[in-house]
């Protein structure tokens, strides 16, 4: 499926499958999208903003650049996926999986990723500048230029 620049703003899409489908660019703000399967999906660019990502399956996609600005993402699965320069500010990530994912130049910037796991997930320049880290897991990263300034750390695996 290739639908660039489409617009699913405030669908529904619970439990869709959009796995391998080319959305980049996509404006799916407001919309709900928990339990979803979008492994391996082509979102470059797209808008997820205030988006409900719960449960979501996104491992393994394309989100360089995309924006998750107050989105929901608790429980998602992220693992190995390319978020570079994704924008997650004030994001609700508690136990996300990034493990192995790609978050160079990516924006938590006071997100909320209690319990998270970051395991081996490339940190190069990331800010999670006040975000709430607690208990999150971060073993295996190298965090090059990574921005933890006012993060709460507290019990987070390091």
Known sequence: MTLPTANFRGRSLQSANLSEASLEGADFTEADLADGLLRDALLGGAVFDRALLEDTDLGGANLRFASFREGVLEGANLQAADLWGAKLIEADADKTDFRDAQLEEAD????DAREADFR???LGLTDFRGADLRMS???GCVPRGAKFDGADLRRANL
């Open 137 to 139: 897991d971060f073993r």
């Open 120 to 122: 081996g997930a490339k």
């Open 108 to 111: 938590f910037t006071r997100a």
